[in-house]
């Protein structure tokens, strides 16, 4: 299986600042990699898709981008809504797996 | 716009099997793959497997001696059969739709807590 690691495991910011989260995989995925916030007691909602992709509907504060076998996910200016969990995926090979998760508070 | 919604008990006991449906409303199932997810404290997110709208299935190699996904297109529903459960399966579980073409998940259920205890 392939196994992704998320760092940090925790983030505390402010409204307006700038995130960044990484994701790493175990084993090239290529750009099979997507992105989910989660909110408690909701369940993920995809951001991005395809390592860059931006799911529809989504803000354009939110990015993904690749840089070697590191995938970064970056809120360029945090808003109140973004305070929550976030999953990396990768989609190459099944099983498909998860990252273990970033939870984005208040700072 | 595509909707699902997982249903069935909340608790089962130890060694017994855990059903749930998902059912798909505002779309078909073709030609999408069709997933369940779960989410647990100790192991986070686990993708439990799929099933295509032909019928063809793929599961998590983990959990592949337990788990049947089924398919209703006349119901349109899916469904998740997980055998000799142990505490160990309390999750929250999730449907979801499965792109093909890019992997990701696009759509989500909202979710149902299944708790494994006597």
């Known amino acids: 299986d392939i196994q992704m690691t998320q760092s940090p495991s925790s983030v505390s910011a402010s409204v307006g600042d700038r995130v960044t989260i990484t994701c790493r995989a175990s084993q090239g995925i290529r750009g099979w990699l997507a992105w989910y916030q989660q909110k408690p007691g909701k369940a993920p909602k995809l951001l991005i898709y395809s390592a860059s992709s931006l799911q529809s509907g989504v803000p354009s504060r939110f990015s993904g981008s690749t840089s070697g076998t590191d995938f970064t996910l970056t809120i360029s200016s945090l808003q109140p809504e973004d305070f929550a969990t976030y999953y990396c995926?990768?989609?190459?090979?099944?099983?498909?797996?998860f990252g273990p998760g970033t939870k984005v508070d208040v700072k | 716009q595509v909707q699902l919604q997982e249903s069935g008990p909340g608790l089962v006991k130890p060694s017994e099997t855990l059903s749930l449906t998902c059912t798909v409303s505002g779309g078909s199932f073709s030609p999408d793959y069709w997933s369940w997810i779960r989410q647990s404290p100790g192991k986070g997110l686990e993708w439990i497997g799929y099933?295509?709208?032909?019928?063809?299935?793929n599961y998590n190699p983990s959990l592949k001696t337990r788990v049947t996904i089924s398919l209703d297109t006349s119901k349109n529903q899916f469904s998740l059969s997980l055998s000799f459960v142990t505490a160990a399966d309390t999750a929250v579980y999730y449907c979801?739709?499965?792109?093909?073409?890019?992997?990701?998940?696009?759509?989500w259920g909202q979710g149902t807590l299944v708790t494994v205890s006597s």
């Open positions: 099933i295509y709208y032909s019928g063809s299935t």
């Open positions: 979801a739709r499965h792109s093909q073409r890019t992997g990701d998940f696009d759509c």
């Open positions: 995926q990768q989609a190459h090979s099944f099983p498909l797996t």
